[in-house]
Nanobody, 121 residues
Framework: QAHLVESGGGLVQTGGSLRLSCAAS???????MAWYRQGPGEQRELVASLTSDGVANYADSVKGRFTISRDFGRDTRYLQMNSLKPEDTAVYYCKMRVGLRLKPRLEADAWGQGAQVTVSS
């Protein structure tokens, strides 16, 4: 069974940086992944995504400030967040499309537990 563990959240001042990590276990391979966030009283929104080919896409609100990346040697994906603003305050969730079996192929979506990011003004 796939299991995602997030780390790296915390409290930071405006303009500061944080790096979130999302480590997968119990998977055969990782296809695509994405980071979402949900602010207080808001709906969950897509922040950034990364295809299996390494193509990254970002929400307009974070372009130029956030970078999604992967570690080829480990089943870990990252979200580097720079120039943080108070409006970035939210719980951040990673989501991966993972392979549970090769033959026959079996894929599933897995979610991390969420990491709180708080940006003070």
């Amino acid at each position: 069974q796939a299991h995602l563990v997030e780390s790296g959240g915390g409290l930071v001042q405006t303009g500061g940086s944080l790096r979130l990590s999302c480590a997968a276990s119990g998977v055969v391979f990782i296809n695509s992944m994405a980071w979402y966030r949900q602010g207080p009283g808001e709906q969950r929104e897509l922040v950034a995504s990364l295809t299996s080919d390494g193509v990254a896409n970002y929400a307009d609100s974070v372009k130029g400030r956030f970078t999604i990346s992967r570690d080829f040697g480990r089943d870990t994906r990252y979200l580097q967040m720079n120039s943080l603003k108070p409006e970035d305050t939210a719980v951040y969730y990673c989501k991966m499309r993972v392979g549970l079996r090769l033959k026959p192929r079996l894929e599933a979506d897995a979610w991390g537990q969420g990491a709180q990011v708080t940006v003070s003004s």
